[in-house]
């Protein structure tokens, strides 16, 4: 299993910017298919985010498109997720996940809230 931690999560107006990082235990990438972003509301299923394939390829969710952009720094083992334009309804811990063929590894995950 590949150990996980997320950080840059907090509470932002609407409109505003967060940048969340995800950085996985050293030499890992060397085994990771991908990686990406989940996040889970109150009273509501974790759903996909955004992910990045080894290659480089991405996805968005269609809330997201636009706003959000992954990135990677394979140097520092480290994924990245710049949230612009936020609204209230991206409020939800934010999951970064890695996957291998062996299976899925999840961070502790990290909340964001955006309130005016």
């Known amino acids: 299993q590949v150990h996980l931690v997320e950080s840059g999560g907090g509470l932002v107006q609407p409109g505003g910017s967060l940048r969340l990082s995800c950085t996985a235990s050293?030499?890992?990438?060397?085994?990771?298919?991908?990686m990406g972003w989940y996040r889970q509301a109150p009273g509501k299923q974790r759903e996909l985010v955004a992910t990045m394939t080894r290659s480089g390829s991405t996805n968005y969710a269609d809330s997201v498109k636009g706003r959000f952009t992954i990135s990677r720094d394979n140097a520092k083992n480290t994924v990245f997720l710049q949230m612009n334009s936020l609204k209230p309804e991206d409020t939800a811990v934010y999951y970064c996940?890695?996957?291998?063929?062996?299976?899925?590894?999840w961070g502790q995950g990290t909340q964001v809230t955006v309130s005016s």
């Open positions: 996940a890695a996957e291998q063929s062996l299976g899925t590894s």
């Open positions: 050293a030499g890992s990438l060397f085994s990771i298919n991908a």
